[in-house]
T-cell receptor, first 114, second 114 residues
Framework: GQSLEQPSEVTAVEGAIVQINCTYQ??????LSWYQQHDGGAPTFLSY????GLEETGRFSSFLSRSDSYGYLLLQELQMKDSASYFC???????????????FGKGTKLSVIP | EAGVVQSPRYKIIEKKQPVAFWCNPI?????LYWYRQNLGQGPELLIR????????DSQLPKDRFSAERLKGVDSTLKIQPAELGDSAVYLC????????????FGPGTRLTVL
């Protein structure tokens, strides 16, 4: 099976930078995704990393190190609207149907304060 | 482009009653997923469809849960009979490709079993 660890809560100041870490244990790793979910809302896709390195999309960046089984989501120029839960999710499994399975972490609740 | 549509948004039932959730994915998305999300947790996959075929139902509690996607478009998830522990948000998602690296989620159905 898969297991993921990410901090349960993070608080940061508006305009600052925050990094949300995710470590995972899995076999048959394919890639790491990040999703954002506001309270009562639907999860929204942010990024997917299959290869080592940093991917940047606007204010959000995502990093993956396959050798360290580690990734992070970096949010810059924080805005109040960034207050939400952030989930890392691994795509992993053996060949066949299981290789497309996405397993989510428990999520990190980010609170942006003025 | 319309997003993933789910209904109802909220459902309150008594234990042992049946309940059904409906999902219409994004047009052209052949892959459809049902997830269950408990409070404070990440989504957990219940079943994945490729067109009308359930290709991964390994985590669906088949004694009481069933799902169908008869024409390969919209889908229904049923619980019969419901138990107190089934209280959760049931999310439907769809993706353009089977890899599901980017999944689009609906707003979910919040089920409360009394």
């Amino acid at each position: 099976g898969q297991s993921l660890e990410q901090p349960s809560e993070v608080t940061a100041v508006e305009g600052a930078i925050v990094q949300i870490n995710c470590t995972y244990q899995t076999s048959g790793f394919y890639g790491l995704s990040w999703y954002q979910q506001h309270d009562g809302g639907a999860p929204t896709f942010l990024s997917y990393n299959a290869l080592d390195g940093l991917e940047e999309t606007g204010r959000f960046s995502s990093f993956l190190s396959r050798s360290d089984s580690y990734g992070y989501l970096l949010l810059q120029e924080l805005q109040m609207k960034d207050s939400a839960s952030y989930f890392c999710a691994v795509r992993a499994g053996s060949s066949g149907a299981g290789s497309y399975q996405l397993t989510f972490g428990k999520g990190t609740k980010l609170s942006v304060i003025p | 482009e319309a997003g993933v549509v789910q209904s109802p948004r909220y459902k309150i039932i008594e234990k042992k009653q049946p309940v059904a959730f409906w999902c219409n994915p994004i047009s052209g998305h052949n892959t459809l997923y049902w997830y269950r999300q408990n409070l404070g947790q990440g989504p957990e996959l219940l079943i994945r469809y490729e067109n009308e075929e359930a290709v991964d139902d390994s985590q669906l509690p088949k004694d009481r849960f069933s799902a169908e996607r008869l024409k390969g478009v919209d889908s229904t998830l049923k619980i019969q009979p419901a138990e107190l522990g089934d209280s959760a948000v049931y999310l439907c998602a769809s993706s353009l490709t089977p890899s599901g690296n980017e999944q689009f989620f609906g707003p979910g159905t919040r089920l409360t079993v009394l």
